[in-house]
């Protein structure tokens, strides 16, 4: 492609936090256009970037010519058909996550991925912070050994993004009333770090999964306290069809477990990480909450040993100790540039591989196969859920064969 990309984005809330690290890549990748559903969104973008093409109907932007990527970031039960549409319409994809809310989506993305030939990254930016591409660095060096497990949690009270203004309910607090949040509704964030470690569908591949959710108790508070307690949503009733939290198992073909919670709706301070792996030579804990460090004990090379007849007991150290040999290149030469990008510098390397995915014709670090297999969590766990705790099969995105290319 000789032109920088041309990229247009849907869904101009979350896709506007992706301009400064569009800045970073100017020659490599532009934003053209811009469709959302809200002219006042729209009118908020002119005025920030003269020149920008904007419209409210998603069509316009596929029909011209002049696009050649989009990144789809509109709410997250529009993400599938609208990446779908934009293949169909010969559009390379960058969409926010989930990839799919449905294994039927996840199918359908993987088939029109494979019979375009065209580019689709699901923007997972939780790969790309600083802690959790120096866990892979490490792991992929073979530190922690043949690792066994792993967890990963998003815990996160997101009952503030639940109503509008005006005390209707946003498309998340729609969203948290449905089948969709008596499950584990958001996987990707915790899964995607924790299955690029393994080496899920590079070696490895998710074999089953179980998922139990709790009651819900949140939200219908936080109502009352908002509404007055004679709202209909105020009621228990109102959210019949949610939980609080959603705790997942996944056995992997290798043998190994990897734990996941998601909450986005129990009271508690924010913290990004929640994460853990565990190997047979080293061990990781992420930070409980933003002053504490990152923990690992490594054989070898940390403090104390777990071998037979070793005097001195293994110790946890702060991960950054090891930053100055494992620190992963891209953040070492980059992360000043990328922290202030947005989203713990996930944003800025998300794009760059993304444009260097379409400029190189490349499969992209999170492809199709990675985002369905993450994805597909959402709807296998709430038939889990339906079936009392049974666990289901996953599928096999890769069909059992190697990556194309
Ligand atoms: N990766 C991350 O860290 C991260 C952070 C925030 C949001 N997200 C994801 O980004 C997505 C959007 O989240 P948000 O917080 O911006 O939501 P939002 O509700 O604030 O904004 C959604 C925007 O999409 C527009 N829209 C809705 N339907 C549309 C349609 N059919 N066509 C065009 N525009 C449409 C709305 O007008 C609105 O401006 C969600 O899937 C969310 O999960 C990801």
């Given at each position: 492609m000789a032109h920088p990309i041309r990229l247009a984005v849907v869904g101009g809330n979350r896709g506007g936090n992706f301009t400064h690290a569009l800045k970073a890549f100017e020659s490599k990748i532009r934003l053209d256009a811009v469709c959302d559903l809200s002219e006042e969104v729209l009118a908020h973008w002119k005025q920030g970037h003269p020149g920008i093409r904007t419209t409210t109907r998603y069509e316009t932007l596929l029909e011209d010519a002049e696009i050649d990527a989009v990144l789809v970031a509109t709410p997250m039960q529009l993400h599938a058909p609208q990446a779908l549409q934009a293949l169909k319409a010969g559009k390379h994809v960058l969409s926010e996550v989930i990839a799919a809310c449905t294994l039927d989506e996840c199918w359908e993305l993987v088939e029109t991925v494979e019979k375009t030939g065209l580019t689709y990254m699901m923007a997972e930016n939780y790969c790309y912070t600083r802690e959790a591409m120096m866990i892979k660095h490490m792991a992929e060096q073979g530190l922690f050994g043949d690792a066994t497990y792993a967890e990963g949690a998003y815990i996160h009270d997101c009952r503030s993004l639940m109503y509008n203004p005006d005390g209707t309910r946003t498309w998340r607090g729609k969203l948290s009333g449905t089948q969709i949040r008596r499950s584990n509704g958001y996987p990707t964030h915790s899964l995607g770090p924790v299955s690029q470690w393994l080496g899920i569908t590079r070696g490895d591949r998710f074999k089953s999964t179980t998922t139990f959710v709790t009651r819900e108790a949140a939200r219908h508070e936080w109502a009352q306290t908002l509404l007055g307690k004679d709202h209909p949503d105020a009621q228990p009733a109102a959210w019949d069809g949610a939980a609080d939290s959603a705790s997942t198992l996944i056995e992997t073909e290798k043998g190994r477990v990897i734990l996941l919670r998601v909450d986005s709706a129990s009271p508690r301070p924010h913290n990004m990480t929640h994460y853990v792996l565990q190997g047979t030579k080293g061990a990781y804990i992420s930070p409980r909450y933003h002053k504490e460090s990152a923990l690992v004990w490594l054989e070898g090379l940390g403090k104390g040993s777990a071998t037979p007849h070793s005097k001195e007991h293994p110790e946890w150290q702060s991960l950054w100790d090891f930053a100055d040999r494992y620190e992963h290149p891209r953040w070492?030469?980059?992360?000043?540039?990328?922290?202030?990008?947005?989203?713990?510098?996930?944003?800025?390397?998300?794009?760059?591989?993304?444009?260097?995915?379409?400029?190189?014709?490349?499969?992209?670090?999170?492809?199709?196969?990675?985002?369905?297999?993450?994805?597909?969590?959402?709807?296998?766990?709430?038939?889990?859920?339906?079936?009392?705790?049974?666990?289901?099969?996953?599928?096999?995105?890769l069909r059992g064969k190697k990556r194309p290319g």
């Open positions: 070492k030469k980059h992360g000043e540039q990328a922290k202030n990008a947005g989203h713990g510098g996930g944003d800025f390397f998300e794009l760059e591989d993304f444009a260097d995915a379409v400029l190189n014709q490349k499969l992209p670090p999170i492809d199709v196969y990675d985002a369905a297999t993450w994805s597909c969590i959402t709807p296998l766990s709430g038939l889990n859920v339906q079936k009392k705790g049974e666990p289901l099969d996953v599928p096999d995105f």
